[in-house]
């Protein structure tokens, strides 16, 4: 890593395969001939977070402190910025905002601003989620707040959406996985999308963008590439 | 994760990929129904860290102090114990050990370890390494002490096998880097070897026992399992 680069923080974990996920897109978006071209990154896989999903249904502990926990922590051991592979964690943004004194830089503005740069003017796009992050809003206020048509999921997609990630995160990447994961986005470009977000770090584990024939926003690829930009800008 | 399951240092970055790779077969060797079932890493993807190879042909800096710093960060972010998946640097872990008052686990140790264990007593061992590595008697050391027979590459398939791992870190991970590193692997069971030891972290992104007539003992995947089996244990 060049002097100058910025050490970049990862709030992990959530699952930890998608961190892991994460951390090689990094890695490949990286222009480097030896180890020492890399990024430094500083991560807490961090499996004390209690679960996003639970807390959004009223039936789990919040994970607001325990995610402001290990920002601070990962601030104190260096980190200049902090990102997190996970979508949904971004409900609680605020907390993490609150406790620390360097750069959030939040996986759903990201890739919002990707979609907006890779669609045309007006087009709708394919919101591509689980439960929690559908009843949190991130993505629908994003894309509300640029005037962009979304088309969402039916209750009925979304629970089956969980219980393709749910299989993921049990180690499950069978085709069966894959091919349910996709019919389940091209039912939303059956009813307009023009573009698709995957709005879920457990998605691209499974899903890229050859298996589409419309424009697919990885937000795992998003953020990674705005990782490394962030991490090897001189300003 | 189980409330009395340790948490995991990894001093990393050597190589990145390498690094993700063994994180990836911790996840995967972890029972896990859920995000919370796994084991915590903290993982310092450290860049800093000078040329291990350049330092052991006495062209480049000692990363001995690097590494040792690393290592009390970790353990001051609550790292319970340390692994380090990369052969080469545990020249240097006595720096390490010196500098923590946790245990380090050493992914030379345990390879021997599992080696022995999976093989007949007296039979040759086909060491497959780096010319750093191979030059440090990490491995030759170990397996003398348990009184086992060696097979060895020559400097021409030592330097065959650096330009190979030069390829890996490039991103290169084509058939043809795969072919030379396996038919590498051959000429030490064409010689005698009756198991085989991969001694880079890096073979093992395009090798696997798969590949071979004899037994092949990765050392990514050998520390990964004895990391998760340390992390979960209960003395």
């Known amino acids: 890593m060049a002097e100058q680069d910025r050490t970049v923080g990862i709030?992990?974990?959530?699952?930890?395969e998608a961190t892991v996920d994460f951390m090689l897109r990094v890695i490949k978006a990286t222009p480097a001939k030896s180890d020492q071209d890399h990024v430094r990154t500083i991560v807490d896989n961090n499996p004390h977070i209690p679960s996003r999903q639970m807390a959004m249904r009223g039936e789990g502990p919040n994970p607001g402190p325990v995610l402001a926990e290990v920002a601070v922590h990962l601030e104190s051991m260096g980190a200049e910025f902090l990102v997190m592979p996970c979508n949904l964690?971004?409900?609680?943004q605020s907390d993490i905002e609150a406790a620390i004194n360097i750069p959030f830089i939040s996986i759903v503005d990201?890739?919002?601003?990707?979609?907006?740069?890779?669609s045309e003017e007006g087009s709708a796009v394919?919101?591509?989620t689980t439960p929690g992050c559908f009843a949190a809003g991130l993505y629908q206020k994003a894309l509300a707040d640029v005037n962009r048509p979304v088309i969402t999921q039916?209750?009925?997609e979304l629970s089956e959406a969980m219980a393709h990630v749910e299989q993921?995160?049990?180690?499950?990447?069978?085709?069966?996985?894959?091919?349910g994961l996709r019919s389940l986005a091209n039912k939303l470009v059956a009813r307009g999308a023009r573009i698709l977000i995957?709005?879920?770090t457990e998605f691209p584990l499974l899903l890229d963008e050859s298996m589409f024939d419309v424009t697919?926003?990885?937000?795992?690829?998003?953020?990674?590439k705005k990782t490394v930009a962030l991490a090897k800008s001189e300003s």
């Open 11 to 16: 709030i992990g974990g959530m699952g930890p």
């Open 89 to 92: 964690a971004h409900a609680w």
């Open 110 to 118: 990201e890739s919002v601003s990707s979609a907006i740069s890779r």
């Open 126 to 128: 394919g919101l591509m």
């Open 154 to 156: 039916t209750p009925d």
């Open 168 to 179: 993921i995160k049990l180690g499950n990447k069978s085709a069966k996985v894959a091919d």
């Open 198 to 200: 995957a709005a879920c």
């Open 216 to 224: 697919f926003v990885s937000s795992t690829d998003v953020l990674a």
